[in-house]
């Protein structure tokens, strides 16, 4: 059972414009960033938490971000939990199946015990 978890919060790497749109060229930068302290990193389990964030981006905003999250190899075949309110459930499934397209282990969820469970659950092989 892996006991070491690491929580990103979107305002790790989501940063909105001035013009109030999302700035994916920066999120971009700012992802390949963390995945460069991963690096050191051996054995992990990844909780984004999107609880506190306003706003929503659109489905191609997701899209390209899952794309990008899960061409890093170090964090993007991490198993992965997105916690996300109620009523953002769509878009956090929506975020999670673009990425599980591209090869990631990534679930959303509502409940941060359910994410936390599922985290630490040996992974299905």
Not at 49 to 68: C, F, H, I, N, Q
Request: hydrophobic residues 40%; glycine residues 4%; proline residues 4%.
């Amino acid at each position: 059972m892996t006991g070491d978890v690491r929580i990103i919060q979107p305002s790790d790497f989501v940063r909105a414009r001035p013009d109030g749109q999302c700035d994916l060229e920066t999120g971009e930068r700012l992802l390949c960033e963390i995945a460069k302290k991963a690096d050191a990193l051996q054995d992990f389990n990844i909780l984004v938490d999107t609880r506190r964030v306003t706003g929503m981006l659109s489905a191609s905003e997701l899209w390209y971000l899952a794309e990008k999250f899960a061409a890093h190899p170090h964090i993007g075949r991490r198993k992965t939990a997105i916690l996300c309110p109620r009523q953002r459930f769509d878009h956090a499934q929506f975020f999670s199946l673009c990425a599980e397209n591209r090869g990631s282990d990534i679930e959303a969820f509502t409940s941060y015990e359910e994410a936390m469970e599922w985290l630490l659950a040996p992974a299905k092989d």
